[in-house]
């Protein structure tokens, strides 16, 4: 049966059709990830990303504030400021500072920067881990207490109240250095990407249209909690057996419990926290192992957009 000059129009201009979409679609780059890392803050530092240049522009962004944030770093503003007591400090430093001390306020004292003494005492600073006495616990724990640490917001001037004084930013610098890298890459309207900085990640936007798949770590270092689907949400965790040390078969682990003294010592393993942002995810997940599971509840009430899963 011959085809009408009509119907034969249309096929041609069908066959045309799909021609063009084949052809779009074999000429399409191919997907492919890039990937950049380095130690920073302790920690490796994983970037993935659609993106050649994400790496470098996250990865940059991160030395930029650990050489600010780091304890271990002599000339860092924090260094500077556990040795002076008081210090002008950058804008950054100054802000990450003062959302610290509302952490504090938020966990009635459970999350506090300047537990660094107690940190120390316990041998966690130099990795020689030690068992103090009761004395010297009390002795150190004169020296704790955000409420300690005044802000002059005039001029970015940060001052402790006692001499001897030291701040630690271990539990929120990651975090924020997260936040401080997506604002980055935003500028460069780089809108996918996937930061993994140890028990820390930013998810910022998706995998070729699906949400970043990651799996959060469970009741131990080798075990996969959960896991999740993010996209443009920040997961952090804290851990026991981060860092932690064993006496007389008793287990003392690197998150102190700035109100005893003591290294934390609940039946919580571990616990991730998923926020809008790397510093709120990062401050909670220290919060919420330090406050352990009743009171986790109650905490995550008041920051809204916030999920907790304790392992
Ligand atoms: P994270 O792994 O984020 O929970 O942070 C743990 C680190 O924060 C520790 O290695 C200490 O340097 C510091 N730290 C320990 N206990 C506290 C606490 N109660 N509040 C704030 N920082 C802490
Ligand atoms: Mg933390």
Same mark, same amino acid.
């Given at each position: 049966m011959a085809f009408s000059k009509e119907i034969r129009?249309?096929?041609? +201009?069908?066959? +045309?059709?799909?021609?063009?979409?084949?052809?779009?679609?074999?000429?399409?780059?191919?997907?492919?990830?890039? @990937?950049?890392?380095?130690?920073?803050?302790?920690?490796f530092w994983e970037v993935t990303s659609p993106s050649k240049e994400a790496g470098q522009i996250v990865l940059k962004e991160v030395a930029r504030l650990d050489q600010l944030l780091s304890k271990y770093k002599e000339e860092s503003e924090v260094s500077q400021l556990n040795r002076l007591g008081k210090l002008?400090?950058?804008?950054?430093?100054?802000?990450i500072i003062k959302r610290s001390k509302e952490f504090y306020t938020?966990?009635?004292?459970? *999350? &506090?920067?300047?537990?660094?003494?107690?940190?120390?005492?316990?041998? *966690?600073?130099?990795?020689? @881990?030690? !068992?103090?006495?009761?004395?010297?616990?009390?002795?150190?724990?004169? !020296?704790?207490?955000?409420?300690?640490? +005044?802000? @002059?917001?005039?001029?970015?001037?940060?001052? *402790?109240?006692?001499?001897?004084?030291?701040?630690?930013?271990?539990?929120?610098?990651?975090?924020?250095?997260?936040?401080?890298?997506?604002?980055?890459?935003?500028?460069?309207?780089?809108?996918?990407?996937?930061?993994?900085?140890?028990?820390?990640?930013?998810?910022?936007? &998706?995998? *070729?249209?699906?949400?970043?798949?990651?799996?959060?770590?469970?009741?131990?270092?080798?075990?996969?909690?959960?896991?999740?689907?993010?996209?443009?949400?920040?997961?952090s965790t804290s851990g026991n057996y981060e860092q932690f040390f064993i006496k007389d078969e008793k287990r003392y682990c690197h998150i102190i419990n700035p109100l005893t003294g003591y290294p934390v010592d609940s039946r919580i393993n571990s616990v991730t926290v998923i926020a809008n942002d790397g510093l709120t995810a990062d401050a909670l997940s220290t919060i919420l192992f330090v406050l352990g599971k009743e009171k986790s509840k109650e905490i995550l009430k008041k920051f809204p957009n916030t999920q907790g899963k304790i392992f």
């Open positions: 129009k249309y096929l041609v +201009i069908l066959l +045309i059709i799909g021609w063009s979409i084949a052809l779009l679609f074999f000429n399409q780059p191919p997907k492919r990830l890039y @990937h950049d890392n380095q130690i920073l803050m302790g920690t002008k400090v950058s804008a950054d430093t100054f802000y938020a966990s009635s004292g459970a *999350f &506090d920067i300047t537990v660094s003494p107690l940190v120390s005492l316990w041998g *966690f600073t130099s990795q020689k @881990h030690y !068992l103090p006495t009761e004395q010297e616990i009390k002795a150190a724990l004169k !020296l704790v207490g955000s409420d300690k640490i +005044i802000l @002059h917001e005039l001029d970015n001037v940060v001052e *402790f109240r006692l001499p001897g004084m030291l701040i630690d930013l271990g539990a929120i610098a990651k975090g924020f250095a997260l936040d401080c890298a997506v604002k980055k890459l935003r500028e460069k309207n780089i809108n996918n990407c996937l930061i993994y900085a140890g028990g820390q990640i930013y998810a910022l936007g &998706d995998k *070729f249209g699906k949400p970043w798949k990651i799996a959060i770590q469970g009741k131990n270092k080798f075990e996969i909690g959960e896991t999740l689907e993010l996209k443009n949400k920040s997961a």
